[in-house]
């Protein structure tokens, strides 16, 4: 009895909706899935969440923070969990290893990068050639925030030299800080970040990298290929809740969606989250994906970008059908 009162004060602690009926406990299917970070951008999967959707089709989700892609993929890899939410890159690059037993991709979470490029000053209007001699506050080297930047500044015309200077030894917890202090003329920032320092007077948004990217698939779920095949009914059960999830923010209002993830967010003032809600839904671009499904172009842009960037040969690019199960997202996608 102990325990499970224990269960329930944390799971409300932790902002979960329970049935604490015994018997309809017993049917969920429990599954763990380790997050790259905590990020506004994954709300399709909290939704799934708070709203219920997940305990309807009979999954006990538990959702872990790894806080690195790499982190993810070792999760995965050693067992310690089911399923992995972090960017399709993940999954190639395992594909790519020694590893025997492959990933498989099975649901998209977000169709594209979910970065601003801001500025310190107010510029008006902006011009991208404007970077060159500037101090820019990037990313982490050879990580796909960071390629997709580069990949849109080379799109826009910015030189060479001014791509090379970009600053990416900035540890991402301490970005925010960075910029606050007073370092940086321009930066990529992602939520909440962008409004956090947009709220307090430090930057102004001038561009999303998602729109002026295009469609480049950038968060996925993956699990093993043996925990797959052994577990493709539940996989079916999670992808049909996160198409539930992507239907429902369609049709909410902005602050209802910062309401309903606002339990994952400890500490982030509802403000601020209804600003990152209203900034995704209005940068023009798939940041949401509106399907579980994988979109094929947009993966091949993926790779493209990556091979670009020279983080992968192009005899490394991992065809769409050996690494996507269509099957999971056939039955769960809405018609």
């Known amino acids: ?44 999967i909290y939704v799934a969440m708070s709203e219920g959707f997940m305990r309807d089709e009979g999954i006990d989700l538990e959702l872990v923070t790894a806080n690195g892609g790499d982190r993810v993929g070792a999760s995965v890899i050693s067992g310690q969990t089911d399923v992995g939410l972090a960017g399709p890159e993940v999954a190639i690059y395992i594909y790519n290893s020694e590893s025997p037993d492959k990933p498989v991709m099975f649901c998209s979470i977000n169709g594209t990068d979910g970065f601003f490029l801001v500025s310190r000053d107010k510029v008006e209007p902006f011009d991208w050639r404007m970077l060159r001699g500037r101090r820019i506050i990037g990313w982490r080297p050879g990580s796909t925030p960071q390629l997709f930047f580069e990949h849109v500044l080379k799109q826009k015309g910015v030189d060479g ?11 991402p917890p301490a970005r925010e800080g960075a910029w606050m202090s007073g370092d940086g003329e321009f930066g990529i920032f992602n939520e909440p970040s962008t409004s956090n320092l947009v709220h307090a007077g430090q930057a102004h948004v001038l561009a999303s990298i998602g729109k002026e990217l295009g469609r480049a698939e950038n968060t996925v779920l993956f699990a093993k290929r043996s925990w797959y095949e052994k577990n493709q009914e539940a996989v079916q059960k999670v ?12 049709a ?36 949401w994906s509106e399907s579980p499904v994988i979109d094929r172009e947009g993966l091949a842009k993926l790779q493209e970008v990556i091979v ?24 769960a996608a809405p018609r």
């Open 1 to 44: 009895m102990l325990m499970i009162m224990t269960r329930i004060l944390l799971s409300f602690a932790l902002g979960t909706t329970i049935l604490v009926c015994p018997i309809y406990a017993q049917r969920l299917q429990k599954l763990k899935v380790a997050e790259v970070v905590r990020s506004q951008l994954f709300a399709p």
């Open 161 to 171: 030299e001014a791509i090379k200077s970009i600053v990416t030894n900035i540890p």
């Open 239 to 250: 992808t049909k809740a996160i198409a539930k999830a992507q239907l429902w923010l369609k």
């Open 252 to 287: 909410a209002r902005d602050e209802q969606i910062a309401r309903t993830v606002a339990p994952f967010f400890p500490g982030i003032p509802l403000e601020i989250s209804t600003a990152v809600v209203k900034r995704y839904r209005e940068s023009g671009a798939p940041l």
């Open 308 to 331: 670009l960037g020279g983080v992968m040969v192009p005899e490394k690019i991992v065809a769409y059908e050996a690494i996507i199960a269509p099957e999971a997202t056939s039955a």
